[in-house]
């Protein structure tokens, strides 16, 4: 029985029964992180979706989140994740989903991290609930989608350790890095983040005849509501660790507000002919937005128009997105994607896309006013041009990526803690190589990226990235237990160390440290009995091998150390 969800356009099948990455369930060693799940971090890899950190709230990390998946299952499903680590680390994840007719279907969610932490003040207690039903009226004339999601993240923040020395020299496993000093004793960050989305769709023509092929029109009207706020609270202020203190000596208070409505309407027309399909969707879009931090208030609201274009065939798949922004901050700001798939043979298929935008930063990166952070700026639009190219299926096995990111004035923050707006270029070359080699119950994963950073580097990426994974597989008894098992090594060169400013809840840029040269190396156990997957693994396996300590996620932050995790999952069916 199949299980399928639809996320952002795509529609994929529930995974309840492969064994190949079940251990992962959080950020893994691709990414720089604070040391503990749930904490911020930021990846290694360039990735051009994380440019749109420009165009809402850099504060409100919690947007990427938010993200609304339709369920559609032939039966009642429950799905129950449960995974104890080293360190007091618990991760809860619990899904239902079921159709209350062959039209509809309503589905509940909730994850939860709670975990102390290697060091002081390191605890997190992060919350995400969210609620999704769609239904589809007789002969399709009519559905909805509503989706309500919730977050609630609470974290302790330290400010790093006082004295990285006693972490680097003590490589025994068996020490308590709780006797570390930290440099900020009373210090928290809280976020919380709603989202309500309602999606209606009105079908107005429907000429399809037995085989799908026909004309269709439709029209559809989106309404989105978020709001995010978040609190910094400290006191006893650590006036040596703080670049500025700026209103109140002995307690800091900062929060900031943000909330936008939007609403969409566009109109779709379809014409399908055997494998040939034509999908022309023009659209209209308005957007309020309110932000205030202390006695900083700022709201807007700005018209944007665009249009989708699809065009398939089983030769290829060409789409087209455009965007133009008539009024407000976003006023002449526009973005277009272009990504067109061919399929050469059953066994060759390359793609080609780009990205080209000129958009206004957000307006917390224009204005700021904290007890430790304060700026008023003028910045003006970044453009982003971005293309790539690649092959996802070829007779070798091999997918490759080649990409090319130049951007314009991009936005960074300084030593001080402060956005700064290049006026210049920033580039990324990019190359990708992935290979799995399966070798009769061998299974050998392979992945390189290579990255070259040309004018202003203002990610501080490594030049090389690799993985490794070697694992072997097996079924037992009739087939009912099935193991996979192996080790994983993550390798990246020598890059630069940013810090962690708490107060913001973002990494700048500093001088001189660096981190990486250095391999983490992780096993795995993973197993299926019947509808049940579990696993073992040890984190950072070789964690106190070597004379020194030198895996830093930023400034003063150690990554995680050797751990331990063990993790369940039971899948419930009617």
Do not use: C
């Not at 529609?11 to 990414?31: G, K």
């Not at 809402?56 to 499903?77: C, I």
């Not at 029109?217 to 006893?236: C, G, H, M, P, S």
């Not at 004035?409 to 920033?426: A, E, M, V």
């Amino acid at each position: 029985m199949r299980f399928y969800y639809t996320e952002e356009g795509k529609t994929l099948p529930i995974d309840t029964f492969s064994l190949e990455n079940f251990n992962n369930y959080r950020v893994n060693n691709e990414y720089l992180w604070l040391g503990n799940n749930g904490l911020p971090f930021y990846p290694l890899v360039f990735n051009i979706d994380n440019q749109s950190k420009y165009r809402y709230s850099f504060l409100m990390k919690g947007d990427t989140a938010l993200h609304q998946r339709e369920y559609n299952v032939a039966e009642p499903f429950t799905s129950l994740k449960y995974v104890q680590g080293a360190r007091q680390e618990q991760f809860f994840e619990l899904l239902h989903t079921q159709n209350f007719s062959p039209r509809g279907n309503f589905s509940l969610g909730y994850t939860k991290i709670n975990s102390a932490g290697s060091y002081n003040r390191q605890k997190v207690n992060n919350d995400n609930i969210s609620a999704n039903i769609w239904w589809t009226s007789k002969k399709e004339r009519y559905n909805f989608s509503f989706f309500a999601n919730r977050i609630h993240n609470s974290s302790q923040m330290n400010g790093g350790l006082k004295d990285d020395t006693l972490f680097m020299l003590d490589t025994s496993i068996f020490s308590n890095r709780k006797t570390l000093q930290v440099q900020l004793d009373n210090a928290y960050r809280i976020e919380v983040h709603h989202q309500l989305l309602l999606k209606q769709r009105f079908k107005i023509q429907s000429s399809l005849d037995s085989l799908g092929n026909g004309i269709e029109q439709f029209v559809r009207i989106t309404t989105r509501f978020r709001t995010a706020k978040t609190k910094y609270y400290d006191t006893l202020l650590n006036q040596d660790f703080y670049p500025n203190i700026y209103n109140d000596s002995s307690v800091t208070k900062d929060s900031t507000h943000y909330q936008s409505i939007q609403q969409k309407l566009s109109y779709t027309f379809s014409k399908t002919k055997g494998k040939n399909k034509l999908l022309f969707t023009p659209f209209a879009r308005y957007d309020y937005v309110d932000f205030h931090n202390t006695q900083n208030y700022t709201y807007s609201g700005y018209f944007s128009t665009g249009t989708n274009v699809e065009i398939a065939s089983s030769k290829y798949q060409l789409s087209y997105h455009s965007t133009f922004f008539l009024n407000g901050i976003r006023k002449n700001n526009f973005e277009e994607n272009l990504r067109a798939t061919f399929f050469l043979t059953p066994e060759n298929t390359i793609y080609f896309s780009s990205v080209h935008s000129v958009i206004s930063p957000s307006i917390d990166l224009q204005q700021y006013n904290g007890n430790h952070n304060q700026w008023q700026n003028n910045f003006t639009p970044i453009r982003t041009l971005h293309v790539e190219a690649g092959s996802k299926k070829n007779i070798w096995g091999v997918h490759l990526k080649l990409a090319y990111t130049d951007i314009y004035k991009p936005i960074y923050f300084d030593y001080k803690q402060t956005p700064i707006q290049h006026n210049g270029y920033s580039q990324i070359i990019q190359t990708q190589v992935s290979k799995t080699f399966k070798l009769k119950r061998w299974r050998i994963l392979s992945k390189a990226v290579y990255q070259y950073t040309g004018g202003k580097d203002i990610f501080q990426l490594p030049d090389f990235l690799a993985t490794l994974k070697i694992a072997y597989t097996a079924e037992l008894f009739n087939k009912a237990l099935s193991y996979y098992t192996g080790i994983k090594v993550t390798y990246y060169n020598t890059t630069p160390l940013k810090g962690f400013a708490p107060s913001i809840n973002a990494f700048y840029l500093t001088p001189g440290m660096t981190t990486g040269s250095y391999p983490f190396v992780s096993f795995f156990f993973n197993a299926r009995i019947k509808s049940v997957r579990l696993f073992f693994s040890v984190m950072h396996l070789n964690s106190g091998l070597s004379k020194e300590n030198t895996y830093f996620g930023a400034l003063h932050h150690p990554l995680e150390d050797r751990a331990y995790k063990i993790g369940i999952n039971w899948n419930f069916r009617k």
